[in-house]
Nanobody
């Protein structure tokens, strides 16, 4: 059974940093495409970053390029989203998602992924 558990969210001031974690079980984070999404109140869930199986492809939405970095630790079977220079508009619930198939690309489409975590709240405010 695939399971994803996010952690690391919290309250941070503008310009600050946070590192989100997505601990996976039931599969290897090296094998599947993984995505990070976020959903702000009253808005659609949007893709933030993703990488393909084996990390061949990494993508970032334009609004986070240069500020967010996706990575993974195979030994811990965990995916990370390092977020820096945070802005109030980054405030949202952040979710990780996995597609349990080998893929050479990743996607910001929600329907591309089959397994989702419960989300972790990130609030950027002074």
């Amino acid at each position: 059974q695939l399971q994803l558990v996010e952690s690391g969210g919290g309250l941070v001031q503008p310009g600050g940093s946070l590192r989100l974690s997505c601990a996976a079980s039931g599969f290897s984070v090296d094998s599947f495409a993984i995505g990070w999404f976020r959903q702000a109140p009253g808005k659609e869930r949007e893709g933030v970053s993703c990488f393909s199986s084996g990390g061949v492809t990494k993508n970032y939405v334009d609004s986070v390029k240069g500020r967010f970095t996706i990575s993974r630790d195979a030994a811990k079977n965990t995916v990370y989203l390092q977020m820096s220079s945070l802005k109030p508009e980054d405030t949202a619930v952040y979710f990780c998602a996995a597609r349990p198939e080998f893929e050479i690309y990743c996607s910001f489409s929600k329907t591309f992924y089959n397994a989702w975590g419960q989300g972790t709240q990130v609030t950027v405010s002074s």
